[in-house]
């Protein structure tokens, strides 16, 4: 997990060909204009969904695993918390290869608050736990870097 400012995300460059591409587009673009739904930035290997979405009590949430793509999330209205957990407790769901997701259970390891001006890699493998309401605007509208390994 990378948590950090939108200003520092350059520093990660050099870590995998296709997250520079992504670092690249999402520095080079403002993601409020891109139109809800996918844009694809090179194919599979990297592509964004804009989405409406809403945030939820932490109890109502749950970890979640991909094995192909890491995800970088982004608010760009309003604000959530991201929870990661510790890959080494984790068991996974059946997982689904089309969707490339699995529900899972793990220990908590991190909090991080996202909102406008935020990011937060979760490398493919790592349980992630988005879209937790932390005040009482719930609704979000959040870009979603996928970025093939």
Known sequence: MIYDKLSNM???????????T???YILSHDLN??????TVVDGDNVFINVMDAKAFPV???FYEVHKKYMDIQMDLEGVER???GDISSMVMDDFDEDKDVAKATAADLAQCIIGPGNFIICMAGEPHKPNIAVNENHVLKKAVCKVHI
């Open 59 to 61: 109890e109502e949430r």
């Open 82 to 84: 991201i929870d990661t």
């Open 22 to 24: 992504a670092i690249d």
């Open 10 to 20: 350059k520093l990660y460059k050099g870590m995998n060909p296709n997250l520079d």
């Open 33 to 38: 204009e891109l139109p809800l739904g996918k």
